[in-house]
């Protein structure tokens, strides 16, 4: 990985330590690559953690027919524990910010549906635990197609300050190139860009974080926690 400076470095224990720090202070963490919906799947199930974890709150925010990761992660009935937004059902034009009729652009009552989501685990919970929220966006590439990214960023704005509030963590599929413009844009919201690829039949992922400034290798992503 690099270091502070940005020159690569291979200390896995620093790369451990700024990972722990991730669940124990918030995190926001940008999902990018264009080559396999399986790594995506494969991040996104170790992002969310095990299943059998009590403690967990956990948010799916999708549309129906633009999933690129969590047909087997995400799925399941709703549950005090589990929720799911399913945004396809969101009402604009194409390109426009149009009102709902409670006069909100609908990418906003989103991000409202969002935060009173989570509002309600935190009220459940008696306050939330560090990590204790994971979120789960799959995918942006929709809303990116049919709405300003102004828009898009103003959302994803609301959505990771919600999760930095309560020190969760929240993940977010944009199955792009690294360095495609969208991803450079968005960039500066997340602590950490997360690149996947395929080789070989081995699904692997790459670390960008923003504090500290530190680039991992190329690793091998596993299901395995």
């Avoid at 047909?71 to 194409?94: H, N, V």
């Avoid at 609908?106 to 969002?114: K, T």
């Avoid at 929709?142 to 898009?152: F, G, N, Q, W």
Wanted: with cysteine; hydrophobic share 35%; proline share 4%.
């Amino acid at each position: 990985m690099e270091d502070q400076g940005g020159s690569l470095v291979s200390d896995g224990a620093t790369f451990a330590r700024s990972l722990g720090a991730l669940k124990q202070e918030g995190s926001n963490i940008l999902l990018v690559g264009t080559e396999t919906a399986e790594a995506h799947e494969m991040a996104c199930h170790r992002l969310l953690g095990a299943a059998d974890r009590d403690a967990v709150y956990r948010l799916h925010v999708t549309g129906e027919t633009s999933r690129v990761a969590c047909e087997g992660t995400c799925g399941g009935p709703e549950t005090e524990r589990f929720r799911t937004i399913d945004y396809s059902t969101l009402t604009a034009e194409p390109e426009t910010d149009s009102v709902t009729d409670e006069g909100r652009s609908p990418l906003a009552a989103l991000g409202i549906e969002i935060v009173e989501t989570v509002d309600e685990f935190a009220a459940k919970a008696d306050g939330l635990a560090p990590s204790d929220l994971r979120i789960c966006v799959d995918s942006l590439v929709p809303l990116c197609h049919e709405y300003e990214t102004e828009t898009v960023f103003r959302l994803l704005h609301m959505a990771t300050s919600r999760v930095d509030q309560d020190r969760g963590m929240g993940h977010y599929h944009l199955p792009l190139a690294r360095d495609h413009r969208l991803v450079h844009l968005f960039e500066p919201l997340f602590d950490a860009v997360v690149t996947v690829r395929s080789r070989d039949g081995i699904a692997e992922h790459r670390w960008s974080l923003r504090n500290p400034e530190t680039t991992t290798d190329w690793l091998e992503l596993s299901r395995s926690r």
